[in-house]
């Protein structure tokens, strides 16, 4: 048996529980709640795209931003996989070269 002093602290301890897990579920379902700040990814006039270990150029764009994860393939028939973007500068590694049939 429960004596009437420590079952007030139970009680109370049971209550202070049950109104702090109700109140997380309030502030994580609150659509009112603001939005986190995201910053927009800067978009620039052109990309270029080295090679990861050479720095070589292998390719200047305009058309749109490169993320990680793009492909290119080269005048060589080189296919690269775009792994690392740093402002306007995308770091390409080398795959494999594609053997096209003639």
Same mark, same amino acid.
């Given at each position: 048996?429960?004596?009437?002093?420590?079952?007030?602290?139970?009680?109370?301890?049971?209550?202070?529980?049950?109104?702090?897990?109700?109140?997380?579920?309030?502030?994580?379902?609150?659509?009112?709640?603001?939005?986190?700040? =995201?910053?927009?990814?800067?978009?620039?006039?052109?990309?270029?795209?080295?090679?990861?270990?050479?720095?070589?150029?292998?390719?200047?764009? *305009? *058309?749109?931003?490169?993320?990680?994860?793009?492909?290119?393939?080269?005048?060589?028939?080189?296919?690269?996989?775009?792994?690392?973007?740093?402002?306007?500068?995308?770091?390409? =590694?080398?795959?494999?070269?594609?053997?096209?049939?003639?």
């Amino acid at each position: 048996m429960i004596k009437p002093f420590n079952r007030w602290i139970l009680m109370a301890v049971i209550a202070v529980t049950l109104v702090t897990i109700g109140l997380y579920g309030i502030n994580r379902a609150n659509p009112w709640r603001p939005a986190p700040i =995201r910053t927009p990814r800067q978009e620039y006039a052109y990309y270029r795209i080295v090679d990861e270990k050479t720095g070589k150029t292998l390719m200047t764009i *305009s *058309s749109g931003p490169v993320i990680i994860g793009d492909e290119l393939l080269t005048e060589g028939n080189k296919w690269y996989v775009v792994v690392k973007v740093e402002g306007n500068l995308a770091y390409a =590694r080398y795959v494999k070269t594609i053997k096209l049939d003639e």
